[in-house]
């Protein structure tokens, strides 16, 4: 499956076509190029040598003015072109994506990306953020690593998701609970292990002492503690070949699909995964679109479609819960789900995580009944959200600060039966 080709028309847009791979590069104007992806430009009219028209229109009656301006210039591979952009793009005001947007800002959202079918259809930055400006991903780094484990099988360097951790962590194989532990119990938080505090990591030498508190399987425990577990298993892995775990992710995911992280806290010279990693909007939305279109970019294989799958299959444990995605499998309440310190109630507003997805809540009841089964989701403090519905050809990207915030009501907005959306 190729990525679709990019159009836009209707009333304000000339047809225009374009690949699915965006770019996003800071120039000294402050605008910045979306390589790939429909975008209204806005700024100095010029005509270039790929001969696209730049058009002005205006809804003749209508109370919303908007001026278009779009510039591309068509590069080597022929599909692929350049669209100019302010940081503040606004395609299609269609009256649920306004209200989505508008709840967004209005609870501290910085920033509000959605891709339906290979288009940019709409996209704005609220409260000072701008597209160039990389925000941190929180908790949605963790997703990750469910991506490099993906890699690292089809690269084999393990067996299988159910391969033991125990084979590279050697010195677990004579502890009765450690042994058994295997690398899809590691990431889909049903280890046992201790959680840790996600703002907080252990290094990752420490993490793999971490206190052992329930058998595999049996409990959902959500924490930090068993990212860096992988942290040091993706080390040793990879050690022979002197690379670091993000340089293995930036070789073998990031730079396929020209997608680059800003900045990434490390700890021992190893980037911590529960929540390190800072990114653009845009730059966030490749790795997403990767996913969307289950591991091909411009028509070229990156990694296995059936190895992510596997990644949305939640557990016995936590259903609405996979191998780092966030699911809405299930709705029947009852789960063994702790959050940060076996789930006593209040605990994230004490650490200062209020705005972590209700994990309990999204635990038993998942991201709303009425929303469609296949979504799934990055999600991390502050309300840092990369939704994909594979159902609905739809990524959406919202970034924000600490506040409070409910996806349910978001996506109930965003999908409402007005919308453009089918």
Not at 82 to 96: A, R, W
Not at 180 to 194: E, F, K, N, P, W
Not at 249 to 267: C, K, M, Y
Request: a positive charge; hydrophobic letters at 40%; one cysteine or more.
């Amino acid at each position: 499956m190729t990525l679709p080709p990019l159009v836009l028309s209707g009333p304000l847009f000339p047809k225009y076509a374009g690949n699915c791979a965006p770019s996003a590069t800071k120039k000294a104007s402050g605008e910045s190029k979306w390589r790939g992806h429909s975008n209204v430009a806005t700024g100095k009219r010029g005509a270039n040598r790929g001969g696209i028209i730049v058009r002005k229109a205006i809804f003749a009656g209508a109370v919303i003015l908007i001026s278009v301006f779009a510039a591309a210039r068509i590069a080597h591979q022929g599909s692929s072109a350049q669209i100019q952009t302010q940081s503040q793009t606004l395609l299609f005001d269609d009256p649920p994506f306004r209200k989505a947007a508008n709840y967004s800002r209005e609870h501290r959202g910085l920033s509000i990306l959605v891709i339906k079918d290979g288009k940019t259809v709409f996209e704005e930055y609220h409260n000072g953020h701008t597209a160039t400006t990389a925000w941190t991903l929180a908790s949605g780094t963790k997703s990750f690593s469910g991506v490099i484990l993906a890699a690292a099988i089809e690269d084999k360097l393990f067996a299988g998701f159910d391969e033991k951790v125990s084979e590279t962590i050697t010195e677990w194989k004579n502890d009765p609970r450690r042994s058994q532990i295997t690398l899809r119990q590691l990431l889909q938080l049903t280890s046992g292990v201790t959680t840790g505090l996600t703002a907080v990591p252990p290094t990752y030498s420490a993490a793999i002492k971490g206190e052992i508190v329930a058998d595999a399987g049996k409990e959902f425990r959500y924490g930090a503690t068993a990212f860096q577990i992988f942290g040091e298993v993706m080390r040793r892995k990879l050690a022979p070949r002197r690379e670091s775990v993000r340089q293995y992710l930036e070789r073998r995911i990031l730079d396929p699909i020209g997608a680059s992280v800003a900045r990434w806290n490390e700890q021992e010279g190893q980037p911590n995964l529960p929540s390190g990693a800072y990114m653009t909007t845009r730059e966030w939305a490749k790795f997403g679109l990767l996913l969307l279109n289950e591991g091909q970019w411009e028509g070229k294989r990156v990694i296995r479609k059936d190895l992510l799958a596997e990644l949305y299959k939640g557990s016995e444990a936590n259903p609405n819960y996979g191998i780092t995605f966030w699911l809405n499998r299930y709705h029947g309440g009852e789960t063994t789900a702790r959050v940060e310190g076996a789930g006593r109630r209040g605990i994230l507003r004490r650490l200062g995580m209020r705005g972590e997805p209700a994990f309990e809540r999204v635990s038993g009841y998942g991201f709303g009944r009425d929303l469609p089964h296949d979504v799934f989701a990055a999600a991390g403090g502050g309300n840092q959200r990369l939704y994909v519905i594979r159902s609905r050809g739809l990524l959406v990207v919202r970034q924000g600060r600490l506040a409070k915030f409910d996806d349910e009501h978001f996506l109930g907005l965003l999908l409402s039966e007005k919308s453009v959306l089918p």
